[in-house]
């Protein structure tokens, strides 16, 4: 089984910078695409950008393109999502999520999901 754990969320003025990772355990064949979805406060969750299992091509949604920014380092079972130019609509709980078994924008395709780390922009 695979875990994630997410870090790096927090309070940040708009116009700032932030950058979040999340971590892989526990799993034994290898590395798969990998995604960052958003929740904001009375929204449903949302694709924000993902990434394939050898970093060779990124997807982002559009409220994110030129922005943001995602990577990886297999070698630290790592990914991480740099966030610039940050807005308050921004603001919500961010996940990370693996294994994707159908379109990577669609929430409910995608195998493992990290607890989430909360990203709070203010005015």
């Known amino acids: 089984q695979v875990q994630l754990v997410e870090s790096g969320g927090g309070l940040v003025q708009a116009g700032g910078s932030l950058i979040l990772s999340c971590t892989a355990s526990?799993?034994?064949?290898?590395?798969?695409?990998k995604a960052w979805f958003r929740q904001a406060p009375g929204k449903e969750r949302e694709f924000a950008a993902a990434i394939t299992w050898n970093g060779a091509r990124t997807y982002y949604a559009d409220s994110v393109k030129a922005r943001f920014t995602i990577s990886r380092d297999n070698t630290k079972n790592t990914v991480w999502l740099s966030m610039n130019s940050l807005k308050p609509e921004d603001t919500g709980v961010y996940y990370c999520?693996?294994?994707?078994?159908?379109?990577?924008?669609?929430?409910?395709?995608?195998?493992?999901w990290g607890q989430g780390t909360q990203v709070t922009v203010s005015s």
């Open positions: 526990g799993r034994t064949f290898s590395t798969t695409t």
């Open positions: 999520a693996a294994d994707p078994t159908g379109s990577y924008y669609d929430t409910q395709v995608w195998r493992y």
